[in-house]
Structure formats: C-alpha cells, structure tokens
C-alpha cells in the first residue's frame, strides 16, 4: 500500500497502518518535504515505525519506484492530485486500487 500526503501524516495513514497489519502488507508513506516527514512522525506516534517513509514528488515515486502497489491512497490536498491520479490510473494494472481522500 502507498499512501501519499499533502502535508503531515495523519489518520487516513492510521487506518492504512491497521489495514497493513490485516493483510500482512506493508504501506509507504510519500511526503514531499522533511518538515512533512518530522510532522507525520509525530503526528503518528509510536505507530510510526510501522510506516516506510519516502520524501520525495508523489507523481514521479508513484509512476516509478511504486508502480507495482496494489493499493494507492492519494490526498487530493496535493497539487496536481487530478494529474496524478490520472497518470497513476492509466499506468497500473487493472487490479490496482487507486483511491483520493480529503475530496471537496
């Protein structure tokens, strides 16, 4: 699972954390900044080793390095969140899950 956030993790990561542990996965955490990284850290507490930490631009980590997840949660906060998403969406196999967050 990838999840990647416009600012701090937050409770959208928490339940992916939960989701991890149900299904024996591991989730991916994409920030575009060490602010963002310090934040989420803190902002998830002791469940944060339990969340890889990537910084870096959500597009170019998600169409590249990231391609093959099978589930990819993206805050739609984040610039650009309607061209990733359909970048992602046309990239990945069928079986993928590709859902937005924070939508209003």
């Not at 409770?11 to 994409?30: F, V």
């Not at 469940?47 to 093959?68: I, M, R």
């Not at 997840?69 to 650009?80: F, G, R, T």
């Not at 196999?93 to 590709?98: A, G």
């Amino acid at each position: 699972m990838v999840v990647a956030c416009a600012e701090a993790a937050g409770s959208t990561t928490q339940g992916l954390i939960a989701a991890s542990h149900q299904t024996g996965g591991r989730l991916i955490c994409i920030v575009k900044g060490i602010e963002e990284l310090h934040s989420s850290k803190q902002a998830l507490s002791s469940d944060a080793n339990q969340v890889e930490f990537v910084v870096g631009n959500a597009q170019t980590l998600l169409s590249n390095d990231y391609k093959s997840a099978d589930l990819v949660v993206i805050d739609c906060n984040l610039e650009n969140h309607e061209g990733i998403l359909g970048a992602i969406q046309t990239e990945r196999e069928k079986n993928t899950i590709v859902l937005g967050y924070n939508v209003f």
